[in-house]
């Protein structure tokens, strides 16, 4: 598979379904067939969504799991034309109980080798990719733990100095709700730029896959019409060989009536 392994399925998937709310941390959370719904809402976009035409049963008990990923197998198989029969949901769900998640990154790379075209083009240079940007990720998270609490350790220290200063605790307060109120506008003006920088993003990402699924459109398309044209021109040279033919054979049968005709 190109090694895809867990961790790049798992960024990938988190990426594709995050507009639905949902997120996966390990690969059996795809045993309950909706993230995988909602995976294939956001590859296929089909008119009606999945996760409103497949209904699956509450539960978490492994009968629950296998009947809604039977179900599910299903929907992916009519969303996407590809083949996924040879997936047992018994097998699946207790491979993945198991820990063993095989065969569902074999399902995830049928997806992303037929809805991804930078995939389809270079699966090892993709699988790189995804990769890193999973490690950037996770960096830009360390990023931000460690700078949370640099700032709750740097509000205990000034606490800790207001209070042997002698400051009033009302006085303490109040500057405590102060730089409170403050933190929180720059927090809220930080998260206000970094969802407009993701979004761009975002925008840049979908405007991308557009444009490749709109040149692979073009391309099966004029590979459909080259097609259609060699057929017309093998039916066109046949007809007129097979007139050539039957004109040859009248000839022919012309040349020997003459022939067969009785003297008077």
Not at 147 to 162: F, G, H, V
Not at 209 to 226: D, F, S, T
């Amino acid at each position: 598979m190109e090694g895809l392994d867990a961790d790049a399925a798992i960024h990938w998937v988190n990426t594709q379904v995050s507009s639905a709310d949902l997120r996966i941390e390990t690969p059996s959370d795809l045993a309950s067939g909706e993230v995988l719904l909602a995976l294939m809402d956001a590859l296929a976009r089909p008119l009606t969504p999945l996760r409103q035409s497949t209904v699956l049963q509450s539960g978490k008990s492994k009968f629950v799991k296998i009947d809604n990923l039977a179900k599910v197998l299903e929907a992916v198989s009519a969303a996407s034309g590809l083949s996924v029969a040879q997936y047992s949901p018994l097998d699946l769900v207790s491979s993945l109980e198991m820990g063993d998640a095989n065969q569902m990154l074999e399902i995830l790379w049928k997806l992303i080798l037929k809805y991804d075209a930078e995939a389809a083009r270079d699966p090892g240079q993709w699988v790189a990719n995804v990769k890193r940007k999973r490690e950037l990720h996770l960096e830009a998270l360390q990023v931000a733990e460690a700078k949370r609490q640099q700032e709750q350790q740097e509000l205990i220290d000034k606490e800790r100095a207001q209070r042997q200063l002698g400051v009033g605790p009302n006085e303490v307060l109040r500057k405590q709700a102060e730089d409170e109120a403050a933190e929180r506008e720059r927090k809220q003006r930080e998260e206000g730029e970094r969802l407009r920088r993701q979004q761009e993003a975002e925008d840049a990402a979908r405007a991308r896959r557009l444009e490749e699924e709109e040149r692979e459109r073009v391309r099966l398309q004029e590979e459909e019409e080259r097609r259609e044209a060699e057929r017309l021109e093998d039916a066109r040279r046949r007809a007129q060989e097979e007139e050539l033919e039957r004109l040859r054979k009248e000839a022919e049968e012309q040349e020997v009536l003459p022939h067969l005709t009785p003297s008077p």
